[in-house]
């Protein structure tokens, strides 16, 4: 009994959430990402880290297909999410982009009410049937974003008027009151102070029990802090993708090593 | 990093004081001083200007918004009004306005000999101190109460507009030498109807609420019908360049792709607003009235020829507005999945509507100030006739605007018109600032800072 218990909980963990095969990323002439392959699996969060331009946020875009939005963009190879290729031309990227949230790295509440903002995601993708269950989302979601406590009381308040760290929760907050299965964060603390990060850090590692997190971060002592599996981008290419602890003190390729010692980037 | 301290390149020697100033020091200070003075003595000439241009406005025009009013009691003698007695209103009709003419003579006579006022003047000649519409007014009085017939009432009627020009200093003694239409002696009599109080100058609302009227009648002439013709000419601007140039911005800057011929399309647009109006002029009357066999001088057609004229002004501006709105709210509808059309109309349009409509109103603004493609599609019309009575015939009948009264009367001879040219700017220039400080208002109201 025992036995078999631990070999599920083992599978379990290894389920792949989304898989990037021979990913290509042109922007005009030049090429930003180059022969990605890698597996992200569902509830863990994964840490992309590189120096600047080397295509870690451009990839981490490519994800919910949010580089649609860039008329030069070109993306090519495929990105499997439970199997399914999201850049098949049967795919909506409305409908994937509800499945696949995304916290971006300046935090962007709309300037409505702290409600609102939660509300909008539930209301257009019509996961509310009155108002009694949207306020039930609502309710759900900031406690989920650890920031009931902080706005219960003024939920009527602008987005806008909160603090930078309260701010970029709600935006977690607004992220995961579409019910995502992944949610994508670009450098989701880099516009915070130290406090209000270690508040994200702590939601972060939380969240994972329900979801596949990715994030983007310049900072490797939150990737190593947050993570359980971490990948290193260099120029475009995936260097080196696996455990946080491994990469961090026994990287294989000496580009890591060079990196994650401070010797580039 | 530190060549330059190293390289010892510092003007300054080591060990100087700092309480004297180098003569490098004083030269900058100097030059920045003197183009302080510059720039105060540019503003304070701009000030000068526009005050020049405000007095200059104010003291032409004032006088259109008083006029001079001769009261009377005229007896409505039934014997020459209606000669069969039985007050039936096609028998009325019948007296024509040279019937009640002799009327008026009469009143002002009895009043002139009942304030024991000493004249040679004819009763004929006395009378001339009216306004030559003064019988037509008694008519119409008269055709819509005919049961005043055989009563005696007190009427004020309009001066004529030399009278008027004596009381408000444009008419002397000396300018009327030869001047056919008034005489010395008339004058003195107006001075002492004056001093009796049957004469006298107040405000006049008809100059705002009337319409124009001919050339001999300077005096009854109002911008009140062109103001009319404005108005619809701007409900045509408005229901039109709005929905078209906000929907053509929100197309080319949230979903047209990047290619040459959005390029095109938007070099196109910036020349537009640099083309001179009377070319939108004279493609109306091309477009219009050639070839859509428009009427001339329709409020609606001047309606379209402005919308082509505001388009260009509108399109630039609510693209800035749209272009104001931060890409991370963008990213933020798309983010949760909302689709783009949903984050344009949810998001970006409603933080982008305080600049929509400031450009709007200055576009309206602008299309109400101008005048020449109005002159080339004919709505310079003399329009004496009443105010439009529904929508359709306010867009579809001959009507006038207001820059195009103010330049028909600027035009003709009569000095009396060209105080009501001024005035007409002053009426112009109070819509003009309203309407920009309304997008003033706005803009200060609903800007936002991210």
């Known amino acids: 009994m025992y036995d078999i218990a631990t070999t599920e909980k083992t599978v379990e963990q290894q389920v792949t959430k989304i898989s990037a095969r021979d990913v290509q990323v042109y922007y005009g002439e030049s090429h930003a990402i180059k022969d990605v392959n890698v597996d992200i699996e569902d509830k863990t969060v994964t840490a992309f880290i590189g120096p600047s331009g080397c295509g870690k946020s451009t990839f981490l875009r490519c994800l919910n297909r949010m580089n649609d939005t860039i008329d030069i963009c070109k993306v090519k190879g495929e990105i499997l999410l439970d199997g399914e290729n999201i850049y098949d031309p049967k795919v909506d990227p409305v409908q994937l982009r509800a499945k696949v949230g995304m916290v971006f790295q300046k935090p962007n509440p709309f300037p409505k009410s702290i409600y609102d903002n939660i509300a909008y995601g539930p209301r257009i993708h019509g996961l509310a049937r009155n108002k009694a269950e949207l306020d039930e989302i609502v309710e759900k979601s900031l406690r989920r974003g650890a920031i009931w406590n902080e706005v219960k009381d003024r939920l009527d308040a602008p987005g806008t008027g909160l603090s930078g760290g309260q701010q970029q929760r709600l935006c977690i907050a607004r992220a995961i009151a579409t019910e995502p299965e ?60 696996g455990e946080t602890g491994q990469i961090f003190t026994n990287p294989e390729d000496p580009r890591t090593e060079s990196y994650i010692t401070g010797r580039i980037g | 990093m530190t060549d330059i301290s190293q390289n010892g390149s510092t003007p300054r020697k080591h060990g100087e004081t700092l309480m004297k100033l180098t003569a490098r020091t004083k030269r900058r200070n100097a030059a920045e001083r003197r183009f302080q003075a510059y720039g105060i003595a540019a503003i304070a000439a701009g000030l000068l200007m526009l005050a020049i241009l405000v007095v200059n406005i104010v003291g032409n025009g004032y006088g259109a918004f008083t006029q001079t009013f001769v009261t009377l009691d005229v007896t409505l003698d039934a014997a020459k009004l209606d000669k069969k007695g039985q007050r039936n209103l096609d028998d009325i009709k019948k007296v024509s306005t040279f019937g009640y003419a002799p009327l008026i003579q009469k009143a002002i006579e009895a009043k002139v000999a009942a304030l024991g006022v000493k004249t040679d003047l004819k009763p004929k000649d006395m009378a001339a101190l009216l306004s030559k519409g003064a019988p037509a007014q008694l008519r119409d009085y008269v055709l819509e109460h005919p049961d005043a017939i055989g009563k005696t009432l007190s009427f004020r009627f309009l001066a004529n507009s030399r009278v008027d020009g004596y009381l408000k200093g444009r008419v002397t003694r000396h300018s009327i030498e030869n001047d056919k239409n008034i005489s010395v002696p008339q004058l003195d009599l107006t001075d002492q109807l004056v001093k009796a109080g049957v004469i006298e100058k107040t405000f006049n609302s008809e100059f705002i609420l009337g319409s124009d009227a001919s050339d001999q009648r300077p005096e009854a002439a109002g911008i009140g019908t062109s103001m009319l013709g404005s108005l619809f000419m701007m409900l045509v601007v408005l229901a039109l360049s709005l929905p078209i140039g906000v929907a053509a911005s929100i197309f080319l800057e949230e979903f047209a792709p990047k290619a040459w011929w959005t390029d095109v399309i938007e070099v196109n647009i910036s020349n537009l607003a640099a083309v001179p109006s009377i070319v939108f002029g004279i493609l109306g009357l091309a477009v219009f009235i050639n070839y859509m066999n428009q009427p001339m001088s329709a409020p609606l057609v001047g309606g379209l020829v402005l919308t082509l004229m505001t388009l260009p002004t509108i399109i630039i501006s609510t693209r800035a507005a749209l272009k104001a709105v931060p890409p991370s709210i963008r990213d933020a509808a798309l983010g949760v999945g909302a689709s783009k059309m949903q984050a344009v109309f949810h998001h970006v349009l409603p933080l982008a509507a305080p600049g929509i409509l400031t450009g709007t109103i200055i576009g309206l603004a602008q299309a109400l100030g101008e005048t020449a493609p109005l002159l080339l599609i004919g709505m310079v019309g003399f329009i004496a006739s009443n105010p439009p009575d529904s929508l359709a015939a306010g867009l579809m009948e001959p009507n006038s605007a207001m820059p195009a009264q103010i330049y028909e009367w600027a035009k003709r001879a009569d000095p009396a018109f060209y105080e009501r040219a001024w005035g007409g700017i002053i009426i112009l220039l109070v819509f003009l600032v309203t309407m920009n400080t309304l997008a003033v208002i706005l803009r200060r109201r609903f800007e936002r800072r991210w």
């Open chain 1, 182 to 241: 992944v949610l994508l964060m670009d450098e989701p603390c880099s516009a915070l102070d130290p406090i209000a990060t270690a508040q994200v850090e702590e939601l972060i590692d939380e969240l994972r029990q329900n979801y596949s997190v990715v994030i983007v971060t310049h900072s490797m002592q939150q990737a190593a802090r947050v993570s359980q599996k971490t990948a290193f981008f260099h120029l475009g290419n995936l260097v080196e993708f």
